[in-house]
C-alpha cells in the first residue's frame, strides 16, 4: 500500500465552508458529486500516485521566486484538520494563492526538475518514495506527476478555482 495525494479543483465558497467544518472533509470529498456542477467532477479530480512527494521536492527545487511559493503546492498548504490522522490528511489553497503558485510553476522548464535530481538530498529530506525511484528508470513516471501538478494548478487558475489536497494512505 501506498501514500497517494489526490487534488480537488473547487470554487472558493467550498473551501470557505470546509475551513468552518473541517470534520465535514471526508464526507465532501467522498460526496464531491454532489457539490459541483454535473458532468464536471471527473475534470476536477488529479490523483497522484507513490512519486507525488519527489515531484513536490523536484518542484521546491525549480522555485526561482523569492518566498519559495512551490513549497505550497502540497506540503505546506493550508492545513484543514488540526489531528492530522496518520491515514490521510486533507489541505486546501484559494484561488489566488493558486495563481501564484501557477505563475511559478509555469516559469520552470521541463529540463529544471532532472537537472535538480540529488537521491542523497531526497533521502536526507525524507522525501517519499525517494529511496524505491531513480532518475533513470523512473523518469518517465515522475514528469507525469509534475504534469499532474501543472495541470491542476493551471486549470485552477484559468477557472478562479482554489484546490483542495488529499495525501491519503
Known amino acids: 500500500m501506498s501514500v497517494t495525494c489526490t487534488f480537488y479543483r473547487v470554487e472558493d465558497k467550498w473551501v470557505d465552508l470546509l475551513i468552518q ?4 472533509v471526508d464526507n465532501w470529498i467522498n460526496q464531491i458529486d454532489k457539490w459541483v456542477e454535473r458532468g464536471t467532477v471527473e475534470n476536477r479530480i488529479y490523483h497522484l500516485d ?9 518542484l521546491n527545487e525549480c522555485d526561482k521566486s523569492t518566498v519559495k511559493v512551490l513549497k505550497r503546492v502540497i506540503r505546506a498548504a493550508h492545513c484543514l484538520t488540526e489531528d492530522r490522522q496518520k491515514t490521510h490528511n486533507s489541505r486546501y489553497l484559494r484561488s489566488d494563492e493558486v495563481k501564484m503558485i501557477c505563475q511559478e510553476l509555469e516559469k520552470i522548464n521541463e529540463e529544471e526538475p532532472k537537472e535538480k535530481w540529488n537521491q542523497e538530498k531526497m533521502l536526507k529530506a525524507r522525501v517519499y518514495r525517494s529511496n524505491r525511484f531513480t532518475q533513470q528508470e523512473d523518469w518517465r513516471y515522475i514528469m507525469e506527476h509534475i504534469a499532474t501538478i501543472r495541470k491542476a494548478f ?11 489536497c488529499r495525501i491519503e494512505l
Open 21 to 24: 467544518l473541517p470534520t465535514e
Open 50 to 58: 507513490s512519486a507525488w512527494d519527489i515531484a513536490q521536492f523536484l
Open 154 to 164: 493551471r486549470e485552477a487558475s484559468e477557472n478562479n478555482h482554489g484546490l483542495i
